[in-house]
């Protein structure tokens, strides 16, 4: 009897636990759930978009063009998606009308849509551009309500139809190509381009962001988009070369204002001026396996950098400022510090707004 006595107390401790648990937890994953599931990125309240948005909601964590641009092109997701962005194509609102065709035209290999069937009563800028013999237009256009500036979706119109670029919506503008393309295009794998666009800062202090949209034109296709990186000062010396795209990628600095004067001393040596700058890492992007590859070069890096006469070679430069090969290098700012002797010494930073390395007078870099 004691055995069946314990073994019940057991049980009924577990389900009572249970219970409270339940109680405990569930209005907070129900918040949870509707948090995760905004409406459509439109606001019209069209019976078409509550519809769609009630149905995505059990295959998808968001409704927005983000997450259309996230979808994987085959599998369970997508033939859950089809049918509910089919219906959503002939909602009233045209927010959500585009929508359903970015989704569409990633998801169903047969989907085809003409501008003027796409922008009804919407004026969209046309960029022209033509690329190896392949001409193809990119359209701007706001979403519905918004600032013509302000909330700017890119999509590419060829021989096929139109097709969402991946870039926007938001504060977006097209970096300057060429007298070939309006836009600034560089050739990567397989006949691919890279499309280059700026986003402004999303919050004071940040920085712009670069974006990069992968096209096929021969398959007339859009492969990929991507936030690739961002740039205190905007300009992210865009290249090309044979895969791709070199970037510059540089961080935000949040230090004190610089010192000039009595700046201290470094190897007992006075300091005439001191202050902290970032890194600025390049990388590489390149279009592989129909996704956007980025890629750190720290050889670039480092050749772009100044610092050469500081760290003499590679290793040294790699192993101060802590270069990962898949993350890039891990810090990302240094401390300058001019002598009175003529020399010019740097120290690695962990973060802008700390004091760094440059306690220690072994951690300072010194050269001529």
Not at 23 to 45: D, F, T, V
Not at 206 to 231: K, S
Request: glycine share 8%; proline share 8%.
């Amino acid at each position: 009897m004691a055995p069946s006595l314990l073994r019940s107390w057991f049980i009924l401790t577990l389900l009572a636990g249970g219970a409270a648990m339940a109680m405990y937890w569930w209005p907070r994953l129900k918040a949870a759930g509707e948090a995760a599931a905004p409406a459509i990125q439109s606001r019209a309240q069209s019976p078409e978009a509550a519809e769609a948005a009630a149905k995505l909601r059990r295959v998808l964590p968001a409704v927005s063009f983000a997450a259309v641009s996230a979808l994987p092109r085959r599998g369970a997701v997508a033939e859950l998606s089809l049918p509910v962005f089919r219906s959503l194509l002939a909602a009233p609102g045209d927010a959500d009308r585009w929508l359903a065709a970015a989704a569409l035209d990633r998801l169903d290999p047969g989907f085809s849509i003409s501008p003027k069937e796409l922008f009804r009563s919407t004026a969209a800028a046309v960029l022209p551009c033509s690329w190896k013999k392949r001409s193809f237009e990119i359209l701007l256009a706001p979403l519905p309500g918004d600032a013509p500036d302000k909330a700017r979706t890119y999509w590419i119109a060829d021989s096929r139809g139109v097709h969402f670029t991946g870039v926007g919506p938001g504060e977006l503008r097209e970096v300057a190509g060429s007298s070939g393309c309006a836009v600034a295009a560089f050739g990567s794998a397989h006949g691919s381009l890279l499309l280059a666009f700026t986003e402004a800062p999303r919050s004071p202090g940040a920085a712009p962001q670069l974006w990069l949209t992968a096209y096929d034109p021969e398959r007339r296709e859009v492969l990929a988009a991507v936030r690739a990186g961002g740039n205190a000062s905007g300009d992210f010396s865009l290249s090309a070369v044979a895969a791709g795209v070199i970037f510059a990628d540089a961080p935000v600095s949040s230090s004190a204002a610089a010192c000039s004067g009595a700046c201290g001393k470094v190897l007992d040596v006075p300091i005439l001026s001191l202050a902290t700058r970032p890194l600025v890492e390049y990388r590489g992007a390149a279009v592989s396996g129909g996704a956007i590859r980025l890629v750190p070069l720290s050889d670039r890096t480092f050749e772009r950098s100044g610092l050469e006469k500081n760290f003499r070679s590679l290793v040294f430069f790699e192993t101060a400022f802590q270069f990962d090969p898949a993350a890039g290098f891990l810090n990302r700012w240094y401390r300058l510090a001019e002598l009175s002797d003529g020399r010019r010494c740097v120290s690695v930073a962990l973060d802008p707004s700390l004091p760094g390395l440059e306690q220690a007078p072994a951690a300072w870099n010194c050269g001529p």
